[in-house]
């Protein structure tokens, strides 16, 4: 039986709190945002497992307090020859390192791994997903997260066997590959007198598309000849229906057919016609005035609008032609070539 799979509740809470911090920390460098121990991270891919050896464990600045305080217990009881202080300095010592073991178990064992991040349009937010895997029958309580540039820490409570899945959001600024940061877990649990930490790098990135400009279309290209397509001319011949696709315009659907349908769970039918002059968009480079990112946002505003009124289209970039076409695949192409085009002088650096 797999282990439950549930969105941690405690990550749902603190999410818009938090992702302000991690939204302006990522508006700085990254490499300075790192911490020295951060920076020698090396990017790891699939599922992370925190084994025993990468795990540090140090006093927190609760547990030095607490460690000098039994110091001084030591000091008093030796100095004034107290059986009692004795007893409750070797005490408070066993617990200290109780506690450390404690500790450090909450953190062994865990399995950390990423899913893969859903493309945004610059000036959007990134969301990236973590799965964490508690392979072990006794809970993981008090997780704390932190990416590099943050210092207010999130928490995650994993009961026993469970898988959690855990977000993180960050604002992407530009167009490209935005990846994710090195990740902090730690546990002060249980008294918060010791903490355990390890940074890990998860191989993860997020696809950001150029931020959309919305102009007018250019003309489209008419092509004659038989063939199928939403034909737009009241003459064309009926050439038969298909089921429909998200990219088809509502005025195509067969409504009457759907309306005979008494179980409503058959899918909606679309209108085929043929005969007719078929359109057709090029959304060509040249044919967009400014600078390069002005370019861009334009061609990526005329890739959603020929999207959304189910018009075909192909995109002509230089050193890069797209043929035509429509629907989810043929518009997240045409975004990903925008999203990673470069200029020759910009190769050569």
Same mark, same amino acid.
């Given at each position: 039986?797999?282990?439950?799979?549930?969105?941690?509740?405690?990550?749902?809470?603190?999410?818009? /709190?938090? %992702?302000?911090?991690?939204?302006?920390?990522?508006?700085?460098?990254?490499?300075?945002?790192?911490? =020295?121990?951060?920076?020698?991270?090396?990017?790891? =891919?699939?599922?992370?497992?925190?084994?025993?050896?990468?795990?540090?464990?140090?006093?927190?600045?609760?547990?030095?307090?607490?460690?000098? %305080?039994?110091?001084?217990?030591?000091?008093?009881?030796?100095?004034?020859?107290?059986?009692?202080?004795?007893?409750?300095? #070797?005490?408070?010592?066993?617990?200290?390192?109780?506690?450390?073991?404690?500790?450090?178990?909450?953190?062994?064992?865990?399995?950390?791994?990423?899913?893969?991040?859903?493309?945004?349009?610059?000036?959007?937010?990134?969301?990236?997903?973590?799965?964490?895997?508690?392979?072990? %029958?006794?809970?993981?309580?008090?997780?704390?997260?932190?990416?590099?540039?943050?210092?207010?820490?999130?928490?995650?409570?994993?009961?026993?066997?469970?898988?959690?899945?855990?977000?993180?959001?960050?604002?992407?600024?530009?167009?490209?590959?935005?990846?994710?940061?090195?990740?902090?877990?730690?546990?002060?649990?249980?008294?918060?007198?010791?903490? /355990?930490?390890?940074?890990?790098?998860?191989?993860?990135?997020?696809?950001?598309?150029?931020?959309?400009?919305?102009?007018?279309?250019?003309?489209?290209?008419?092509?004659?000849?038989?063939?199928?397509?939403?034909? =737009?001319?009241?003459?064309?011949? #009926?050439?038969?229906?298909?089921?429909?696709?998200?990219?088809?315009?509502?005025?195509?659907?067969?409504?009457?057919?759907?309306?005979?349908?008494?179980?409503?769970?058959?899918?909606?039918?679309?209108?085929?016609?043929?005969?007719?002059?078929?359109?057709?968009? =090029?959304?060509?480079?040249? /044919?967009?005035?400014?600078?390069?990112?002005?370019?861009?946002?334009?061609?990526?505003?005329?890739?959603?609008?020929?999207?959304?009124?189910?018009?075909?289209?192909?995109?002509?970039?230089?050193?890069?032609?797209?043929?035509?076409?429509?629907?989810?695949?043929?518009?997240?192409?045409?975004?990903?070539?925008?999203?990673?085009?470069?200029?020759?002088?910009?190769?050569?650096?």
């Amino acid at each position: 039986m797999s282990p439950p799979l549930s969105v941690a509740p405690e990550a749902d809470n603190a999410i818009d /709190a938090w %992702t302000g911090e991690a939204l302006e920390a990522s508006a700085a460098p990254r490499a300075q945002q790192r911490p =020295r121990l951060a920076r020698r991270l090396v990017q790891e =891919r699939g599922w992370v497992r925190l084994s025993p050896r990468r795990i540090y464990v140090f006093a927190s600045a609760t547990g030095a307090f607490y460690a000098l %305080t039994v110091i001084a217990m030591f000091l008093a009881a030796i100095n004034y020859d107290l059986a009692l202080g004795h007893a409750l300095a #070797f005490l408070l010592t066993a617990l200290g390192l109780i506690c450390l073991l404690h500790t450090w178990s909450v953190l062994a064992g865990l399995e950390i791994s990423a899913l893969e991040a859903q493309p945004v349009h610059a000036g959007e937010t990134a969301r990236f997903r973590l799965l964490v895997r508690n392979p072990d %029958t006794r809970p993981r309580p008090a997780l704390e997260w932190q990416t590099a540039g943050t210092t207010v820490p999130r928490f995650l409570h994993l009961a026993p066997k469970e898988t959690a899945v855990f977000p993180f959001a960050f604002s992407a600024h530009a167009r490209g590959w935005l990846e994710l940061p090195p990740l902090k877990i730690s546990s002060r649990y249980p008294l918060g007198i010791v903490l /355990a930490w390890n940074w890990f790098w998860l191989e993860s990135r997020c696809l950001v598309y150029p931020r959309p400009v919305f102009q007018p279309l250019p003309e489209p290209e008419e092509s004659g000849g038989e063939g199928s397509g939403s034909g =737009r001319n009241g003459d064309d011949d #009926f050439a038969g229906l298909r089921e429909r696709q998200p990219a088809d315009s509502p005025r195509h659907v067969a409504w009457k057919m759907a309306a005979r349908d008494p179980t409503g769970l058959r899918p909606l039918l679309v209108k085929e016609f043929g005969g007719g002059a078929i359109r057709r968009l =090029r959304l060509d480079w040249n /044919a967009t005035e400014g600078e390069l990112e002005q370019r861009l946002s334009i061609l990526a505003g005329w890739v959603l609008t020929a999207e959304a009124e189910g018009t075909e289209y192909s995109l002509v970039l230089p050193r890069l032609s797209l043929p035509s076409g429509r629907g989810t695949a043929h518009r997240h192409e045409c975004l990903k070539a925008l999203a990673l085009f470069s200029t020759p002088a910009q190769d050569a650096t």
